[in-house]
Structure formats: C-alpha cells, structure tokens
C-alpha cells in the first residue's frame, strides 16, 4: 500500500486515499483473489476488492474510494485445485494504514 510492504505500518496524508498494488502467483489457477480491510471507525470488515483471474498470476494497483481513515488491510485467496482434499488458500499479513 502506496509503496510499502507487508507487515507495515503506513501513515498517509488525509487528502490522500491508499493505493493497493498486489502481485500474486499460484501453483494453479486461482479461483479468486481479494483485498478484505477492517474499519476501525466502524469496527467491521468489508471486501475492499475481489477478482476472478483467468490464470494462476494476477497484477493489480487500485485506490480503496472507501478509506475512512484508519484500515487493516489484507489479502487472501483461493486456488482451483485441492491437495490431499483440501482447499488451497493463502493470505498475507496485514498492513495498517492511518490518515495524518
């Protein structure tokens, strides 16, 4: 988010909103990939964004129109395949991202 990694905290100025880049590549192809954020103004989750690429890779850079001024973000997503029955999810560690 607006040019920092995973793990950070990321301090953003108030007339500003937060620029999402993700690269993501999977074993197989991907059944879909989100960016979910929790609120603290409101104290609640909402999916900022979810896509269903044609492929195992996706690259994407957006603007989250909804930033209230102090979010968690993440990713996560799920691969078409199973291994040994199971569903292949990943997800990264978040990023806190605050307006100054």
Do not use: H
């Not at 905290?9 to 690269?23: M, R």
């Amino acid at each position: 988010i607006n040019g920092e990694i995973m793990g950070s905290e990321v301090k953003i100025s108030s007339k500003t909103l937060p620029e999402i880049y993700l690269k993501v590549f999977g074993t197989y192809p991907l059944k879909y990939v989100e960016v979910l954020a929790y609120d603290f103004t409101s104290q609640s989750w909402r999916e900022v964004k979810k896509i269903t690429p044609p492929s195992n890779q996706v690259e994407l850079k957006f603007t989250d129109q909804n930033f209230s001024g102090r979010c968690l973000y993440y990713l996560r997503l799920e691969q078409k395949n199973k291994v040994a029955g199971r569903v292949t999810r990943a997800w990264s560690s978040p990023i806190w991202v605050e307006a100054e």
